[in-house]
């Protein structure tokens, strides 16, 4: 069973830094990619990053690619997304989730969110102009 608990959300000012991270509580926590997205008000989720189960591979959304790293440590369980350079319309509620990685699907990076099987409740980042 995956359990996934995001944190380290906030308020940051523009051109500021976050870090959020994403803890599962789990043991299989290494056999899935990971991926984060995030939903403003009114609009649909995105993606924004992803990272196969090894760490081995990243993707990026165009809008945020330069600014925010993805990481993983799989001995401590933890997906972390490191955001440089915010801008107010990074403003949002940041989810991680998590993506079967198994047999063929291994070493892969997930972009669509119908490839994520669990998802944690989210952390509201705010970018002040």
């Known amino acids: 069973q995956v359990q996934l608990v995001e944190s380290g959300g906030g308020l940051v000012q523009a051109g500021g830094s976050l870090r959020v991270s994403c803890a599962d509580s789990?043991?299989?926590?290494?056999?899935?990619?990971m991926g984060w997205f995030r939903q403003a008000p009114g609009k649909e989720r995105e993606f924004v990053a992803a990272?196969?189960?090894?760490?081995?591979?990243?993707y990026y959304s165009n809008s945020v690619k330069g600014r925010f790293t993805i990481s993983r440590d799989n001995a401590n369980n933890t997906v972390y997304l490191q955001m440089n350079n915010l801008k107010p319309e990074d403003t949002a509620v940041y989810y991680c989730?998590?993506?079967?990685?198994?047999?063929?699907?291994?070493?892969?990076?997930?972009?669509?969110?119908?490839?994520?099987?669990?998802w944690g409740q989210g952390t509201q980042v705010t970018v002040s102009s």
């Open positions: 990272i196969s189960k090894t760490g081995g591979s990243t």
């Open positions: 989730a998590a993506a079967s990685a198994l047999g063929s699907r291994s070493y892969r990076v997930f972009v669509s969110a119908d490839e994520y099987v669990y």
């Open positions: 789990g043991r299989t926590f290494s056999t899935y990619a």
